[in-house]
């Protein structure tokens, strides 16, 4: 004989809450770092001629970003200064004084270091290299005998 089991619509609720809660206690909403940094999320591509990077950085102005190309490694480091604080405020809170970001990234394909390009617009690094001609495709042109 089956043993009936009498509805209890608060365990429902309370096992849903305890789901939900458990769903944003994980890495759900952590920043992802890297070495003790904050790594930003990173767009890569390429294309027949270059190896794009678009890096998500809130906040950093170009003169504060550090670019470095060592073999086939890319690393992209910035830092946000501590704006100067309002004497004549009262601060309720303040968490955005100082932030870091870094990130290595193995590249795709030998790249022209010297001859990128990078600027920060909108919170978002956009840095282009040229493959280099090794890198690129060739064709290779069959004959018939």
Do not use: C
């Not at 365990?11 to 070495?35: K, S, V």
């Not at 955005?96 to 010297?114: G, T």
């Amino acid at each position: 004989m089956a043993d009936l089991i009498r509805w209890d619509p608060f365990r429902e609720i309370a096992d849903m809450r305890r789901d939900w809660d458990r769903m944003f206690d994980g890495n759900f909403f952590r920043p992802l770092t890297q070495n003790g940094w904050y790594a930003p999320r990173v767009d890569m591509y390429q294309t027949d001629d270059e190896v794009v990077v678009e890096a998500a950085m809130p906040g950093i102005k170009a003169e504060d970003v550090d670019i470095q190309v060592i073999g086939d490694m890319l690393t992209i480091k910035a830092e946000r200064k501590e704006e100067e604080e309002r004497k004549e405020a009262t601060y309720h809170m303040r968490e955005q004084r100082y932030h870091s970001y870094a990130r290595s990234l193995m590249l795709p394909a030998a790249v022209k270091a010297d001859k990128a390009v990078a600027e920060v617009k909108d919170g978002v690094l956009h840095l282009t290299m040229p493959k280099a001609e090794e890198a690129k495709a060739k064709t290779i042109t069959v004959k018939a005998k």
